[in-house]
C-alpha cells in the first residue's frame, strides 16, 4: 500500500480517495495474443523468471526469453476510470517484473488508476519480426486494454503509458509510431495504439554515440545497425506531431542512460509542439522505480506525474 505520507499529498491534490482502502482484486493475468503469437512457430525458446532479490521481504524478478508476452492486471479498490500499461525496462536483454512493473502499479493503483504491467518479447531472441516484435506487443497491449475498458468500467479515452529505461524507449517508439507492426488479428485491433498521455523515466532515447546505451541498441539492432536503422530507431528522429502529453524524468547522475537522452526528447518535443514536462533531479542513478529512490527528493515523481495527467484530463 502507498505510504501515510504520500496518501496524505495524494489527498491534498485531490487525486485519490480520503477513506481507507478496501482489499485489493489479486493480479490477474491477460495473454496478448490468444489465437497464437505472432511467429511462434519460429522460435525455439524456454522462458524463465528469475529472482534477483535476497532480501526475502521484496522481489526483484526479471522475465528472459519470454514467449507468451502477458498483461498483468492492477486493480484498485477504487477505481476512477483512468488506466495505465505500464512497459518496464531490462536493456531489450530482459524485461523487468517487479522494480519498474508491479512495484509501480500498485502506487498507482492506491491512487484508483487501474494499471496493467506489459510483459513482452525480445527483440535479440530471434523472433521473425526482428526490432519491431517488442513493438507488436505494445500495439497490441494499447488495443486490448482499449477493447476491455467499458467492461472493466475504464474510460478508452484516458488511458496512459509508462515506460522505463529501455521500456521508455519502447512506450516512446510506441507513442510516435504511426503504422502497425502486425497484421490485424481479432477486433481489438480496429482500435488505436497511440496512448493519450506518455510518461517516460530515465528513457533510451538516442541510438546514436555518444549518448547511446549500448546494450539496449545491440540487442535491438544488432552490432553493426546501419545509419538509416539507428535513425529510426533513435525516438529523437521520429515524428511526434500530434502526440500526446509527455511527462520526462532522469536523474543526472545517471551513468548508464545519460540525461541528454531525456533532454534531446524534450527538444524534439517542444519542436514539434507537444506538451511536455520534464523533472531532472540531482542523483537517483539508473533504474530506481519506487523502492530504490525512497527518501531521496526523485521520490516525489509519482505524485508529479499524477498532477500533470490531472492537468492534461488523464485523471478526470
Known amino acids: 500500500m502507498i505510504n501515510v505520507d504520500r496518501r496524505a499529498l495524494l489527498i491534498a491534490a485531490g487525486l485519490t480517495a480520503a477513506s481507507p482502502a478496501v482489499a485489493r482484486p489479486p493480479d490477474e493475468d491477460w495473454p496478448l495474443w490468444p489465437a ?19 532480501d526475502p521481504a521484496f522481489h526483484d524478478r526479471i522475465a528472459v526469453r519470454t514467449i507468451d508476452p502477458l498483461l498483468t492486471v492492477v486493480r484498485p479498490d477504487r477505481p476512477n476510470g483512468a488506466s495505465l500499461l505500464l512497459i518496464p525496462g531490462g536493456g531489450y536483454r530482459w524485461a523487468v517484473v517487479d522494480k519498474e512493473g508491479l512495484d509501480c502499479a500498485r502506487v498507482f493503483a492506491d491512487a484508483g488508476v487501474t494499471c496493467f504491467v506489459l510483459r513482452y518479447r525480445l527483440p535479440g531472441d530471434g523472433w521473425p519480426a526482428g526490432p519491431a516484435v517488442a513493438l507488436q506487443d505494445a500495439q497490441r497491449a494499447m488495443r486490448l486494454i482499449r477493447s476491455r475498458a467499458a467492461g472493466l468500467g475504464l474510460d478508452p479515452a484516458r488511458v496512459a503509458v509508462l515506460g522505463a ?22 477486433a481489438a485491433d480496429e482500435l ?33 545497425p546501419t545509419a538509416d536503422q539507428v535513425a529510426a530507431w533513435s525516438l529523437e528522429s521520429l515524428d511526434w506531431r500530434g502526440a500526446p502529453p509527455t511527462f520526462l524524468l532522469h536523474a543526472m547522475d545517471d551513468a548508464a542512460v545519460p540525461v541528454d537522452n531525456s533532454l534531446m526528447l524534450l527538444a524534439t518535443l517542444r519542436a514539434a ?37 490531472r492537468r492534461h484530463g488523464w485523471l478526470a
Open 36 to 54: 497464437g503469437v505472432p511467429g511462434r512457430d519460429r522460435v525455439a525458446l524456454v522462458p524463465e523468471i528469475v529472482e534477483r532479490a535476497t
Open 165 to 186: 529505461s529501455a521500456g521508455g524507449h519502447l512506450a516512446g517508439c510506441l507513442t510516435a509510431s504511426t503504422h502497425p507492426a502486425y497484421e490485424s488479428v481479432d
Open 192 to 224: 488505436g495504439w497511440r496512448p493519450d498521455l506518455t510518461a517516460l523515466l530515465y528513457p533510451v532515447v538516442t541510438l546514436r554515440d555518444p549518448f547511446a546505451h549500448a546494450g539496449s541498441r545491440g540487442r535491438l539492432l544488432g552490432d553493426a
Open 273 to 309: 509542439g507537444v506538451p511536455a514536462e520534464a523533472h531532472l533531479f540531482e542523483e537517483g542513478g539508473h533504474g530506481f522505480g519506487i523502492r530504490l529512490i525512497a527518501g531521496r527528493p526523485a521520490a516525489v515523481w509519482p505524485d508529479l506525474l499524477l498532477a500533470f495527467g
